[in-house]
């Protein structure tokens, strides 16, 4: 991955730092020369070839979004203005492509990503853009110096997130929460080709319309929502980052001291097709796009560091995922696999020749990657990122990183909270076999079932148990054998035997193979 990307993630948070009032005393002393203008690298924005084939909607934002962090890097390292002047321009070049949706709201209207004959805005669309103006707001209105000229545009990016992100996807009735998990589910509603139309189209037989995001659109979320408490204090922001990094950490999987996680994941009772008995999206690391998961990551390091969910031991984890299981071990070649090491033999990215214990033997359709959001914490992760500047150290990728990420030396030191954190506890248990264990939803209500949902790699025995919290078998809900399809069926908090009627908190707990997964519940 190149550090292009991580100028939109990683080291846009690295640099904001050097201006946060948190760490105002290490700023950089010396402005760094770089070779790009900012004139050039505005003209490239506004310019992007990729608009002539998508010049709206969800592929637009995608397509706008990547470099956009270099306006924010680059001022941060030439303490220039000319930087953030050119930043301007380029977002209100991104706002003057707004239009306005039939309820009032605006958005990036365009042709929806799995059905061209229906237009929509995107959560993510507005999640990645309006998280670039977030982070030139959250720098001006942290630094004395440039509120004076800033403040004013800062403001008004903050306002239109506020209304046309935060509030706009919550009275579209696309926050679903659960418990202590909450996630983001798709619009189901559209507009005819144009988006033009001043009334919505309903038609739930649209591909995806209704269903939980992906992970990756999930974090978006989070991340605005971060920005946006960071620079106005109101907790109920950081209250709905927290709750949506907490989704996800708890849908994890752990064995042999590593975590790994999917693409998607089933979060609410409508991402499950009760008669098909499987969930309306496919449940795996994605296959032929490892960013995805690389994203991610940059995005758990910036919870990290903001004290949120994730505590030294995740971030241990993790970087045993990228070098024990996805690394070949070779600094002069290093190649890397896709985190769960195994899949379907036609639809694995991968080399089978290092997979190890891991899993069988694939041809590679796309590789895994360095995960460069964990240079701040790792040795080995900065070694193999600076031998890719070999023949080009005089790059402005290789002069960012240089002048912000080996500034320190690694480690686990939080960069934007001095005290103390407890972060909310996830009790993992080991399985190799299930790559999907849940409970949808998390709180069973009276009269109405919940699902029971896992996926395995490997046939056998399944039992699926109700404990107590502190580990007492208290009803044995299924035992028999399964295959490697979706096992899934319907339970009311009801003992299948001797009927009686559980209420509080509990545990439904896999066990296949060598292990087990669980998962809480409470019922009411």
């Known amino acids: 991955m190149s550090l292009r990307r991580i100028g939109f993630m990683n080291i846009t948070l690295l640099l904001l730092l050097l201006h946060c009032s948190v760490t105002s005393s290490a700023q950089i002393k010396v402005p760094v020369k770089l070779k790009t203008s900012p004139e050039q690298l505005l003209q490239r924005m506004i310019h992007n070839p990729a608009f002539a084939e998508s010049a709206k909607g969800e592929d637009f934002c995608w397509n706008a979004a990547y470099g956009m962090g270099e306006f924010i890097d680059n001022f941060n390292l030439s303490v220039d203005t000319r930087w953030l002047d050119a930043g301007i321009s380029y977002f209100d070049f991104l706002i003057g492509k707004l239009d306005t949706d039939p309820d009032g709201y605006l958005g990036w209207i365009g042709p929806y990503g799995y059905n061209k004959k229906f237009w929509q805005d995107a959560l993510v669309g507005d999640a990645i853009l309006f998280k670039g103006m977030l982070d030139f707001s959250q720098l001006v209105l942290k630094t004395d110096s440039l509120k004076k000229t800033y403040a004013a545009k800062a403001n008004s990016y903050v306002q239109l997130a506020a209304r046309n992100f935060a509030e706009k996807w919550d009275k579209r ?160 070649k290093p190649a890397f696999i896709n985190s769960n090491g195994l899949g379907a033999e036609k639809d694995t990215s991968g080399a089978g ?59 686990f030191k939080r960069k934007y909270v001095q005290r103390p954190v407890i972060v909310p506890k996830v009790n993992f248990t080991e399985s190799k076999e299930l790559y999907l264990a849940t409970v949808l939803p998390y709180r069973i209500l009276r009269n109405k079932p919940a699902i029971i949902i896992s996926k395995s790699w490997n046939p056998g025995s399944l039992q699926i148990d109700l404990y107590s919290t502190d580990n007492h078998l208290l009803s044995s809900l299924f035992k028999g054998k399964t295959g490697l399809q979706t096992f899934i069926f319907e339970w009311d908090g009801t003992d299948p035997d001797s009927k009686k009627v559980y209420e509080g908190a509990y545990k439904i707990r896999w066990t296949l193979g060598s292990g087990y997964r669980e998962f809480p519940i409470t019922i009411n």
């Open 173 to 332: 009735g696309c926050w679903h929460e659960d418990g202590p998990y909450g996630s983001y589910i798709g619009f189901p509603k559209f507009m005819a080709p144009g988006g033009k139309s001043k009334q919505w189209i309903t038609d739930p037989t649209v591909d995806r319309a209704g269903i939980s995001h992906p992970f990756n659109k999930q974090l978006d979320a989070a991340q605005v929502f971060l920005r946006l408490y960071n620079i106005t204090g109101k907790k109920g922001y950081r209250d709905r980052s927290e709750r949506i990094y907490f989704t996800f950490k708890s849908h994890f999987q752990y064995f042999d001291g590593h975590y790994c996680w999917n693409y998607f994941e089933p979060l609410t009772p409508a991402d499950v097709d009760l008669q098909k008995k499987d969930t309306k999206h496919g449940v795996w690391v994605h296959p032929f796009r490892s960013g995805y998961q690389a994203g991610e990551v940059e995005k758990i390091a910036e919870a990290y560091h903001y004290g949120i969910v994730f505590d030294e031991q995740d971030i241990k984890r993790i970087i045993r995922t990228n070098l024990d299981v996805m690394w070949n071990k070779d600094k002069l």
């Open 353 to 411: 020749g290092f997979k190890k214990n891991y899993g069988h033997g694939a041809e590679a359709k796309n590789t895994g990657e360095l995960w460069t959001g964990l240079l701040d914490f790792d040795q080995t992760i900065r070694d193999l990122y600076t031998a890719r500047f070999k023949a080009d150290d005089q790059s402005d990728e290789f002069i960012a990183f240089k002048n912000t990420v080996l500034r320190n030396p690694p480690g």
